[in-house]
């Protein structure tokens, strides 16, 4: 499975920016994929998923009302619309997709595919 990231960048604070992640090489359609992020000196977060069959989303607290994710079944490609960016926000973008049937954001990094992260920088 591949997962090709793109869309990062330079934003200022209030700006907007939107991130894709297609995937490829898939025999059959995973449950959902998502995206994470990994500020520098961090651990990585969970930051939105949403589910191929259904588009049930789902959002960490500190990106609720701010970010969009959104799905192309037909391209296999998920996308983050990210508003209303903050200094905060500043972090490597890694796009990610379950290996099993399910999406647990707690679940160790092997369970899910990877990919190369995009850098998105905020400036105040």
């Known amino acids: 499975v591949q997962l090709q990231a793109s869309g990062g960048g330079l934003a200022q604070a209030g700006g907007s920016l939107r991130l894709s992640c297609a995937a490829s090489g898939r025999t059959s359609r995973s449950y959902a994929m998502g995206w994470f992020r990994q500020a520098p000196g961090k651990e990585r977060e969970f930051v939105a998923a949403?589910?191929?069959?259904?588009?049930?989303?789902y959002y960490a607290d500190s990106v609720k009302g701010r970010f969009t994710i959104s799905r192309d079944n037909a391209r296999s490609t998920v996308y983050l619309q990210m508003d209303n960016l903050r200094v905060e926000d500043t972090a490597v973008y890694y796009c990610a997709d379950s290996k099993s049937g399910s999406f647990i954001p707690q679940a160790d990094q092997t369970s899910f595919y990877w990919g190369q992260g995009t850098l998105v920088t905020v400036s105040s």
């Open positions: 949403i589910t191929w069959i259904g588009g049930g989303t």
